[in-house]
């Protein structure tokens, strides 16, 4: 229950593009929001995007608006993090989180499950 798999990071030239995955262990829609955290050490956990069914809504940080997307396959259980554009700034851990509560998306701390994460490194 809750278990979160992440794929698809990795090394991406400045400009070029790259695609996350996040499977679930069971079907997305239990959760009320399934959102992309990124931390580089000596810094907090930082939200990214966040995708609810419930509210047919996404939300974005203000620094990957309009670079970075996020979506969702229900048949697949899965979501994603579509980055266009990654700039040398975007090098993090990457880390899939879901939430069963409404509200607080972006925040780390009220998140109920988490992925292992995976290196995103852009090269400029």
């Known amino acids: 229950q809750g278990q979160l798999v992440e794929s698809g990071g990795g090394l991406v030239q400045a400009g070029d593009s790259l695609s996350l995955s996040c499977a679930a262990s069971?079907?997305?829609?239990?959760?009320?929001?399934m959102t992309w955290f990124r931390q580089v050490p000596g810094k907090e956990r930082e939200f990214v995007a966040a995708f609810s069914w419930h509210e047919s809504a996404t939300f974005y940080a203000s620094s990957v608006e309009g670079r970075f997307t996020i979506s969702r396959d229900n048949a697949k259980n899965t979501v994603y993090l579509q980055m266009n554009s990654p700039r040398p700034e975007d090098t993090a851990i990457y880390y899939c989180a879901a939430k069963r509560g409404v509200g607080a998306y972006s925040s780390a701390r009220v998140y109920d499950y988490w992925g292992q994460g995976t290196q995103v490194t852009v090269s400029s």
């Open positions: 069971e079907r997305t829609f239990n959760y009320w929001y």
